[in-house]
């Protein structure tokens, strides 16, 4: 391409007086290439040096965030750490009172399963960093704690209901002696009997008592027979039986008065008759059975106090 020749002329409209300049254009155009190529290599620098800063900016953040994660980490996991001790003490008083109430204990390796529990992946497995491995190990270890939890919620609204169940077959039990006071005169078993002076077995006690003295029911239950007429010299006299339910009936003999009637719910502790020595007896004293299953039981095995 032929050199060609420019001329800029500068007029001033005050004055008269102009000023020019004559150039050549190939060296414009390099004048112009030059000062692109510095303009992009310029501009390519702050872009690099840009990005970098931008780079370790938030390369310096992460690190913060990660530290600031990590303390974070390690007060819950010193958190954690504490409510598991009190779990697995609160597990301990929790098998306590399984045994307590006649329920078998819960086996260790059953609680660090809890309910509907499996076995965690292996954390070693995970290709994370140290961050991302504690963060998968404590929610494992929550996850872990919650079911524990949860099995220690049903294990005691078991021991709950167990308790119940306990109570109301206690107060069908017959625990406590029938007269207050009084003295056993003869126990279960086999002993001489007075009347025909040989060895019988005594399906009961004898609590000798003053005539009249209150007779307690050993137990809840319901009247099941009333024997309120008496020959003397024979057989149990006037006597009360009380069903307690679960195969359990306790007899009340020789008394002197019948204070209750077929068919009456009593409560222990109610009176359901006096002392006496209707019947077969040789003084006021009152003859006590308990009966198992249709079976006579000895009496002080249930008797508490």
Do not use: C
Request: glycine fraction near 8%; charged fraction near 25%; charge should be positive.
């Amino acid at each position: 391409m032929r050199d060609r020749l420019g001329k800029v002329i500068l007029y001033s409209t005050g004055e008269t007086d102009y000023r020019e300049w004559t150039f050549r254009t190939s060296r414009i155009a390099w004048y112009a290439a030059g000062f692109a190529f510095v303009v992009a290599v310029v501009t390519i620098s702050l872009s690099v040096a840009l990005s970098s800063l931008i780079r370790d900016y938030r390369v310096t953040s992460l690190r913060k965030a990660n530290q600031s994660l990590l303390s974070e980490l390690k007060q819950m996991r010193s958190k954690v750490t504490d409510l598991e001790t009190k779990l697995a003490s609160l597990e301990r008083t929790d098998n306590d009172l399984r045994l307590f109430v006649n329920l078998p204990p819960i086996d260790d390796d059953v609680r660090s399963m809890g309910v509907g529990g499996n076995v965690h992946p292996a954390l070693e497995d995970v290709k994370l960093g140290e961050a991302g491995r504690d963060v998968l190990a404590l929610d494992a270890y929550l996850d872990q704690l919650e079911r524990r939890v949860q099995l220690a919620f049903e294990s005691r609204r078991e021991i709950e209901e167990k308790y119940k169940e306990n109570s109301e077959l206690l107060k069908h039990t017959p625990t406590i002696r029938p007269v207050v006071g009084g003295r056993i005169t003869s126990g279960f078993g086999y002993r001489l009997d007075p009347f025909i002076e040989r060895i019988r077995h005594h399906d009961g006690v004898d609590i000798a008592a003053p005539q009249g003295t209150q007779v307690f029911a050993a137990a809840d239950g319901v009247v099941e027979k009333v024997v309120t007429k008496a020959v003397r010299g024979r057989g149990y006299g006037k006597e009360v039986i009380i069903n307690h339910g679960n195969g359990i009936r306790t007899r009340y003999a020789h008394l002197s008065r019948v204070l209750v009637r077929p068919g009456q719910k009593v409560k222990r502790w109610d009176v359901v008759g006096l002392v006496g020595q209707t019947g077969r007896a040789r003084g006021p004293h009152l003859h006590y059975e308990v009966i198992v299953n249709g079976r006579p039981t000895d009496p002080m095995a249930y008797i508490l106090n």
